[in-house]
């Protein structure tokens, strides 16, 4: 999660519009492969709201509180929101006070949604919706779940075969060129 940063994802934005236009096995899997590499971008709250540093670049003081919204479907279902470039979350912040934003990537947000609160319950949001006064494209829980799932197969597969060939492993790390 980085602050502040501007992102750009026009190959995933192509794969959305391939998918749109013809819904193919190709094209979703295109869309797949793009989706996990792009960064999106987030708004959020700030408590207290970040102030300039020398520079005039906004800084987040030590222990504030970042709280992402989440866009609530006319049925009240809820979902983070994922925006491609700034031109998408511009179609949003014309509607909305504006917001600092965050670059968020998939596992991210897979991260917030499938997590437990302490008290045992899922988080509200039912998935992420990617610009969704664009594309409009919806992410539900347990297609984030099936990703996160076949990511943590692939890593322990590729794990077991370096063991197996004699390298050792850092958890978590993944091999030069491989996501």
């Known amino acids: 999660?980085?602050?502040?940063?501007?992102?750009?994802?026009p190959m995933l934005v192509g794969a959305i519009e391939l998918m749109?236009?013809?819904?193919?096995?190709?094209?979703?899997?295109?869309?797949?492969?793009?989706?996990?590499k792009a960064e999106f971008l987030s708004p959020a709250m700030i408590d207290p709201a970040p102030e300039e540093d020398g520079e005039g670049q906004p800084k987040i003081a030590q222990g504030s509180k970042v709280q992402l919204p989440m866009l609530s479907a006319s049925d009240g279902t809820k979902f983070?929101?994922?925006?491609?470039?700034?031109?998408?979350?511009?179609?949003?912040?014309?509607?909305?006070?504006?917001?600092?934003?965050?670059?968020?990537?998939?596992?991210?947000?897979a991260g917030m949604i499938l997590r437990r609160e302490p008290?045992?319950?899922?988080?509200?949001?039912?998935?992420?919706?990617i610009n969704p006064y664009g594309a409009?494209?919806?992410?539900?829980?347990?297609?984030?779940?099936?990703?996160?799932?076949?990511?943590?197969?692939?890593?322990?597969?590729?794990?077991?075969?370096a063991k197996q060939a004699g390298q050792y492993v850092v958890p978590g790390a993944a091999p030069e060129g491989k996501v």
């Open 80 to 109: 983070f929101m994922a925006f491609t470039d700034s031109a998408e979350y511009d179609k949003w912040q014309e509607r909305n006070q504006k917001m600092y934003t965050f670059a968020l990537k998939v596992d991210e947000y």
């Open 136 to 161: 409009n494209i919806i992410l539900p829980r347990e297609m984030l779940a099936s990703m996160m799932s076949a990511k943590i197969a692939q890593a322990q597969q590729m794990a077991a075969a």
């Open 20 to 36: 749109k236009a013809e819904d193919t096995p190709e094209h979703r899997s295109m869309f797949v492969d793009e989706l996990v």
């Open 1 to 9: 999660m980085e602050f502040n940063k501007n992102v750009s994802n």
């Open 119 to 129: 008290n045992g319950n899922l988080c509200p949001a039912l998935g992420m919706v």
